[in-house]
Every structure is written in structure tokens, then in C-alpha cells.
């Protein structure tokens, strides 16, 4: 979502990237800075946890299951 195509489309699991819904996207694609863009206050591990709001309830808090993923994906 941060560049457009100029021409043709971009597509995701067959998919126009462009007919799906933002969280949908979210859940299946990440990015992750290599640079400054992310405040030094942030340790990887809140990184990596921040990386399954996607799959949340709006307001709710990362339970064990989440905390698993995200210990995996470090590891």
C-alpha cells in the first residue's frame, strides 16, 4: 500500500491486492523497517507482538497464542 502500480496489478494469493480489505492484507504481508522509522523506545519483542494486531479484536490485548507467534518468529 505504500506505492501504487502504474500499470497493470499487484495480486495476492490470485487476488487483486486492490479488492482486499486492509486487515485481510495485513494478516498475510508485513513490513519491516531497516531503518530509524520505528521510535528507539520499542524493544523486538513488542516489534515482533505489534506484528499480530491484524489478528485481534479492535481493543483487545495479545493472549498466550499471540505471544507464541511471536516468540516463534523471533526465534
Same mark, same amino acid.
Given at each position: 500500500?505504500? =506505492? &501504487? #502500480? ?5 495480486? =495476492?494469493?490470485?487476488? +487483486?491486492?486492490?479488492? =482486499? #480489505?486492509?486487515?485481510? /492484507?495485513? &494478516?498475510? /504481508?508485513? $513490513?519491516? #523497517? ?8 520499542? !524493544?523486538?519483542?513488542?516489534?515482533? =507482538?505489534?506484528?499480530? !494486531? #491484524? ?10 497464542? +499471540?505471544?507464541? $507467534?511471536?516468540?516463534?518468529?523471533? +526465534?
Amino acid at each position: 500500500g505504500l =506505492l &501504487r #502500480p502504474q500499470g497493470g496489478s499487484v495480486r =495476492l494469493e490470485g487476488r +487483486d491486492l486492490a479488492a =482486499l #480489505p486492509r486487515q485481510q /492484507i495485513a &494478516r498475510r /504481508i508485513a $513490513v519491516a #523497517p531497516q531503518g530509524a522509522a520505528l521510535p528507539g523506545a520499542f !524493544t523486538g519483542w513488542e516489534v515482533a =507482538l505489534a506484528g499480530r !494486531t #491484524p489478528h485481534l479484536r479492535p481493543l483487545a490485548q495479545p493472549g498466550e497464542r +499471540d505471544r507464541a $507467534v511471536a516468540r516463534r518468529a523471533l +526465534d
